[in-house]
C-alpha cells in the first residue's frame, strides 16, 4: 500500500499543487487506496494522493492549504434524486413542513394573506397529514374543508403542495381561478376529493393538481418577461446555496421542462453555476421526438451541466394514497391507487429513449407501478439486444413485490431510492400496506442490493430536506423518532450508505469515470465533514456539520463557524 501512494504521490512532484488538503482522514470509495491523509488538486482534477508527508513535496508558495485537523474529507455528496428548481422554489413560499396541525397552517396562511395583494397567489408546500398531532375537524379522510382557509384568506387564491408533491390544498378562491365546481370531473390520473355532498373539499390528488397549476400559471404569466426570468433565477441561486450548505457538489433533477434546460445551460456556459446539474427532461413525446437530439447535452460549461435522460411518471405517492398498488389500500379497501400516466404512451418514450442514447427514468412507487414499469423496461431490451449498458432507473422503487425484486439485478435496473423516506413514511407506511406486505418490499435496500441491483441514494427535495447526512443516517439507522427501527435487516452499512451517495449515484449517471471517488484525474468534488461519520456512534450523525463543499478545486461553501486555519 506504501508503494502504491507513493507512486500516485509522485505524480503530483512535477510542479505545486494549487490546493492541497492535509491532515485528515479522506475516504475514498477508490479499493487500490480506500484511506489516505492528504490530497492535492491542479486545476479541476485531483493531480495525487498519499500521506501527510507526501503532502509538503505538493505545496509551492502559491498552494492553498486546507489543514483538516484530522477531519474528514470525502468524495462530493451527489444528490441522485431530487427537484433542483423546486429547492429553491420551496425557499420563497411558506415552509410547512414543521406544521402539527391543520389550525397551524391555517394561521400561516392568514398572515401570509394579511401582507398580500388582492388577488395574489399564496403558495406553500411541506404539509402532510399523517404527521399532525390530530385530524382536522371536520374532515374527509383526514383531509380538512376548504371553509377553513377561506376564512383567513377570503381576497387570495391559496395553493398548498403536499409534502410529496403528490397533492394539493386549495382554498375556495383558487378552485374559482380554476373552473372547479360539484361538476367538475376527475382527470385522467387524478382527483377530486369531494364531501358526501358532492362538493369540492379543495384536496386535488396527483394530475388534478394541474387543474389548479394551470390557473396559477396564468396569472404568473402576467408578470413582465424580465420578472419571470428573475425569479428563476433567484429560485437557482438558492437551490444552489441550500445544496452546496449541506455539501452537495452534484445534483441529479429528476425532471425539468426544456425552457429550464435552457436557462441553466446558459449559466453553465456562463460559468456560473457553482455546482454541477445533471438533469432529466420531462415534457412529451411529441416534443421529445422533436428536440431529443438537439437536448443531448454531455458536460457543458466545464462539466457542470448534463442532460442525457427522460423522466416520466406512472403512479403517485404512498402518502396521499396515489402510489398504484397490486391490490387496495389496508386503510382505504375501495382504492389501489393511481395509474398517472398512460403505460402505452411510457413505452413510447422508452423507444425514443434507445433510439436517441438517452436513459429513460420512471417514478415508480407502488408494486404494481414497480411491476408495470420494469415490464416496460424487458419489453425494450428484449426489442434491442444489440443495446447494453443503458442504466435505466426506477425513481423511488419504494414498494414492491417479493416477485420482483430479482428483477432488478437481472435487467441491470438502478433502484434510485431515498433513505429518509424510509423513516419518514414509516408511521404510515403499515396503516397503508398492512406487516405483510411492509416486510415483503418496502425500502428492501438489502434484498435490492442482493440482486445484484445498483441503489443510489437521495432526498427528493424539496419532498425531504436536501441533507445527505440525514439521509445517509437513515440509511444506516432505519430509526424513526420514536426510537423504533423499521425493518432493521434492510439497513446499510456506512460504507454502503456512503457509496450510495458517491459512486452509486454517479454511475447512474454514466459519470463515474469523472466522479464519485477520489482519484488522480478525476474532478476535484470534496466534501469535508466535521465529524467522523464512518465511525462515531450513530446517533451523532445528525450533529455533524459540512465544513466545506469544494466543487472543481475551488472552495464553494465553507462553514466559518467550523472551519479552522
Known amino acids: 500500500m506504501r508503494i502504491l501512494l507513493f507512486l500516485i504521490a509522485t505524480v503530483a512532484f512535477a510542479q505545486p499543487a494549487d490546493l492541497v488538503l492535509r491532515n485528515g482522514k479522506i475516504v475514498t470509495m477508490n479499493a487500490a487506496a480506500p484511506s489516505v491523509e492528504a490530497i492535492a488538486v491542479r486545476g479541476d482534477r485531483i493531480s495525487a494522493l498519499g500521506s501527510d508527508r507526501d503532502a509538503q513535496r505538493w505545496i509551492g508558495p502559491q498552494t492553498k492549504v486546507i489543514d483538516l485537523h484530522g477531519m474528514l474529507a470525502i468524495p462530493g455528496f451527489i444528490e441522485g434524486h431530487g427537484h433542483f428548481t423546486g429547492v429553491g422554489e420551496f425557499r420563497m413560499g411558506l415552509d410547512l ?9 391555517v394561521a400561516q396562511v392568514g398572515r401570509a394573506a394579511q401582507q398580500a395583494k388582492p388577488g395574489e397567489w399564496i403558495v406553500g408546500r411541506g404539509w402532510h397529514q399523517s404527521k399532525w398531532d390530530h385530524a382536522p375537524e371536520p374532515n374527509v379522510e383526514g383531509f380538512p374543508l376548504h371553509a377553513s382557509l377561506d376564512k383567513v384568506s377570503p381576497n387570495n387564491p391559496v395553493m398548498l403542495t403536499h409534502a410529496s408533491g403528490h397533492a394539493a390544498f386549495v382554498n375556495g378562491k383558487a378552485m374559482e381561478a380554476a373552473g372547479i365546481t360539484r361538476d367538475t370531473r376527475n382527470p385522467p390520473g387524478g382527483e377530486l376529493l369531494k364531501d358526501k355532498s358532492g362538493d369540492p373539499t379543495g384536496l386535488l390528488r396527483e394530475r388534478a393538481q394541474q387543474l389548479a397549476g394551470s390557473a396559477h400559471t396564468a396569472w404568473e404569466s402576467k408578470r413582465t418577461p424580465e420578472e419571470r426570468a428573475a425569479q428563476r433565477r433567484r429560485a437557482f441561486d438558492l437551490a444552489i446555496d441550500e445544496s452546496l450548505s449541506k455539501g452537495i457538489t452534484t445534483f441529479e433533477d429528476a425532471g425539468s421542462p426544456l425552457s429550464t434546460v435552457d436557462a441553466l445551460k446558459r449559466m453553465a456556459e456562463n460559468h456560473e453555476l457553482r455546482m454541477r446539474i445533471w438533469m432529466m427532461l420531462r415534457t412529451s413525446n411529441e416534443e421529445l421526438a422533436a428536440k431529443l437530439d438537439q437536448y443531448r447535452i454531455l458536460g457543458a460549461g466545464g462539466n457542470f451541466f448534463t442532460v442525457r435522460a427522460i423522466k416520466r411518471q406512472i403512479d403517485g405517492a ?8 397490486l391490490e387496495p389500500y389496508t386503510d382505504k379497501p375501495d382504492s389501489s391507487g393511481l395509474n398517472t400516466e398512460d403505460p402505452a404512451d411510457i413505452r413510447k418514450t422508452a423507444e425514443l429513449a434507445i433510439q436517441h442514447g438517452f436513459q429513460l427514468c420512471v417514478h415508480a412507487i407502488g408494486d404494481r407501478a414497480n411491476r408495470e414499469t420494469l415490464d416496460i423496461f424487458e419489453q425494450a431490451f428484449r426489442a434491442h439486444p444489440d443495446k447494453n449498458d443503458l442504466r435505466w432507473r426506477i425513481e423511488h422503487a419504494q414498494h414492491l413485490s417479493a416477485a420482483d425484486i430479482p428483477r432488478f439485478g437481472q435487467l441491470g435496473v438502478i433502484a434510485a431510492m431515498q433513505g429518509v423516506h424510509c423513516t419518514s413514511d414509516a408511521p404510515y407506511v403499515l396503516l397503508r400496506l398492512g406487516p405483510k406486505r411492509a416486510e415483503e418490499g418496502a425500502y428492501v435496500w438489502q434484498k435490492l442490493m442482493k440482486s445484484g441491483a445498483i441503489v443510489g441514494n437521495g432526498t427528493d427535495a424539496p419532498v425531504e430536506d436536501v441533507s445527505p447526512l440525514a439521509s445517509f443516517y437513515a440509511s444506516v439507522s432505519r430509526k424513526l423518532k420514536d426510537g423504533s427501527v ?22 447512474a449517471a454514466f459519470e463515474e469515470r469523472v466522479k464519485g471517488s477520489l482519484e488522480p484525474g478525476k474532478l476535484a468534488d470534496i466534501t469535508v465533514l466535521s465529524r467522523d461519520i464512518m465511525t462515531i456512534p450513530e446517533d451523532q450523525i445528525l450533529s455533524t456539520d459540512v465544513v466545506y463543499t469544494i466543487v472543481g478545486g475551488k472552495v464553494a461553501y465553507e462553514n466559518r463557524t467550523r472551519a479552522r486555519p
Open 318 to 325: 404512498l402518502g396521499s394514497r396515489g402510489a398504484w398498488l
Open 486 to 507: 423499521f425493518y432493521r435487516d434492510q439497513r446499510m452499512t456506512r460504507e454502503e450508505a456512503l457509496r450510495s451517495y458517491t459512486y452509486n449515484n454517479a454511475y
Open 97 to 105: 413542513r414543521e406544521a402539527r396541525t391543520w389550525d397551524d397552517i
